[in-house]
């Protein structure tokens, strides 16, 4: 998972970072900082390594939008395989800072940063300016029913390439996560308490 994190008023943090490993790709092996704030803490290995090989054709050259960030696990991993661009989006400051860092460490122009709670950056899209995504990562808090939302608002402000691959991490027990009609279940997996998905757009009838 990228964060399991309440609200921030409620959030614990401690001195000190934790780190992530890439798993692949040009900066494998690479160990990126991240905060230790409570409840955050990366996709698993075993996970990304699953996911990036379902992944394997589509993110060389690809656009993605990494939603909910936290520690960037997702869309760092994405640049390192070969992704043309990661727009990454969070809504707490000091992730926010570990974040530009990390950008900095690996020398890359083709990552985006925005702080931002990813359901108010999806409502202010107008959808006839907006640049399109070939793949999207939605690994939201637990149990606060933003996954739904976040899935139809991407659809309805065409944010999504015809065929995008779109990532949904969510708890086990949502067994029938909310999704526009035109997207296709790919893949779907569950590892502990996490079920994670990829689902393959198909362009929504006219």
Not at 50 to 79: H, V
Not at 108 to 133: G, H, Y
Not at 170 to 198: C, F, H, S
């Amino acid at each position: 998972m990228a964060r399991r994190r309440p609200e921030r008023s409620s959030q614990k943090v401690s001195s000190g970072n934790q780190q992530l490993r890439i798993i692949g790709g040009e900066w494998r092996g690479r160990k990126l900082n991240f905060p230790e704030v409570e409840g955050l803490r990366p996709t698993p290995d075993r996970v990304r390594e699953t996911l990036f090989n379902w992944l394997a054709s589509y993110i060389p050259g690809g656009r993605c939008l990494d939603l909910f960030c936290g520690s960037g696990a997702l869309g760092f991993e994405a640049l390192s395989r070969g992704a043309s661009h990661v727009t990454m989006l969070d809504n707490s400051a000091m992730v926010i800072r570990q974040l530009r860092q990390n950008i900095q460490d690996l020398k890359t122009q083709s990552a985006e940063l925005i702080s931002d709670s990813a359901l108010e950056w999806l409502d202010k899209r107008s959808a006839d300016l907006e640049v399109q995504f070939d793949v999207v990562f939605i690994d939201p808090p637990f149990r606060k029913d933003l996954a739904g939302q976040c899935c139809l608002l991407l659809e309805q402000k065409n944010l999504l390439a015809n065929n995008a691959m779109i990532y949904l991490e969510t708890e086990k027990e949502l067994t029938d996560p909310i999704v526009p009609d035109n997207w296709n279940l790919y893949r779907e997996k569950t590892a502990g308490q996490v079920t994670y998905r990829l689902y393959q757009r198909a362009e929504a009838d006219s």
